[in-house]
């Protein structure tokens, strides 16, 4: 049985991912970082286990993981889910703002990869699944803290399945386009409703439209499948 660890994997996408992981057969252990209760409630409803840890902490991540393997096993999966908005056109947007998405966004798969590639290598298989955003494909008004991040997984991906490719251990992304989440329900509804006349399918995406991707990415049949980009947008972005 392939394990996974699925970051910020509590709530939206990420418990989606969680859900669709574990019914495909693997066993998921789940990251959260502030809401506790909601952890507990979310391992209470699927018997996931789950783990609390700031995902931008690197020695964090390393103890974090080590903990996660010694409660079920190596770590064969490792979706790099959390991930969090600062919203500010660039001259409104505070360093703190800036830092802390990328820090969130981005240093997190450096500092999760890290922690699980080793052991993948050394067994000779791996699955690691960066979820970007089609904001970082295209760019978004208020998002160049967030835009930064999510292009930058997009290169770290590649990158690291260059180094890995010969080891059993496949590097993908996949970049969701605007989907039903708290992280949308965020976002102004005037706002909402002209970006979702800019998707051809006519609405957000559900959660579970975007852990079916991630479900097929980290299959044993697609070792082939390395340093690509799954576009989950309903057509907004054609890339
Ligand atoms: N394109 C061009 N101009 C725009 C614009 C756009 N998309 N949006 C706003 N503007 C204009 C406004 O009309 C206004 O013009 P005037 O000054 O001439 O009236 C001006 O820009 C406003 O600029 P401000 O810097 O004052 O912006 P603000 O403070 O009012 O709002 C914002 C900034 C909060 C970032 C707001 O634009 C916003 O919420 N944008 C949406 C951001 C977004 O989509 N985030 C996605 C979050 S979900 C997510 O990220 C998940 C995922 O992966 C998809």
């Not at 509804?189 to 609405?203: D, F, H, L, N, Q």
């Amino acid at each position: 049985m392939r394990r996974a660890l699925v970051t910020g994997g509590t709530t939206g996408i990420g418990a989606a991912i969680c859900a669709a992981l574990h019914a495909a057969g693997i066993r998921v252990a789940a990251t959260y970082s502030g809401n506790e209760a909601r952890g507990a409630a979310f391992s209470d409803r699927t018997g996931i286990p789950v783990f609390r840890w700031d995902v931008s902490d690197h020695a964090a991540c390393a103890v974090g993981a080590a903990e996660v393997e010694a409660a079920i096993g190596p770590i064969d999966i490792l979706v790099n889910n959390a991930g969090i908005t600062r919203d500010a056109s660039l001259l409104k947007m505070s360093e703190e703002a800036w830092k802390r998405v990328l820090a969130v966004d981005l240093d997190s798969c450096f500092n999760m990869a890290q922690a699980v590639v080793g052991g993948m290598k050394v067994r000779r298989w791996g699955r690691i699944v960066n979820i970007a955003s089609i904001n970082g494909q295209t760019g978004q008004f208020g998002q160049t803290n967030y835009a930064a991040a999510k292009a930058g997984m997009l290169g770290f991906t590649k990158a690291l399945a260059l180094e890995v490719a010969r080891d059993g251990v496949t590097v993908n992304a996949v970049a969701p386009g605007y989907t039903d989440t708290d992280m949308v329900a965020a976002v102004s509804p005037e706002i909402i409703k002209t970006i979702i006349a800019r998707i051809p399918v006519g609405r957000l995406a559900q959660p579970e439209e975007i852990a079916r991707c991630v479900v097929f990415l980290v299959a044993e049949e697609a070792g082939f499948i390395t340093g690509s980009t799954l576009s989950v947008n309903g057509g907004q972005a054609m890339i």
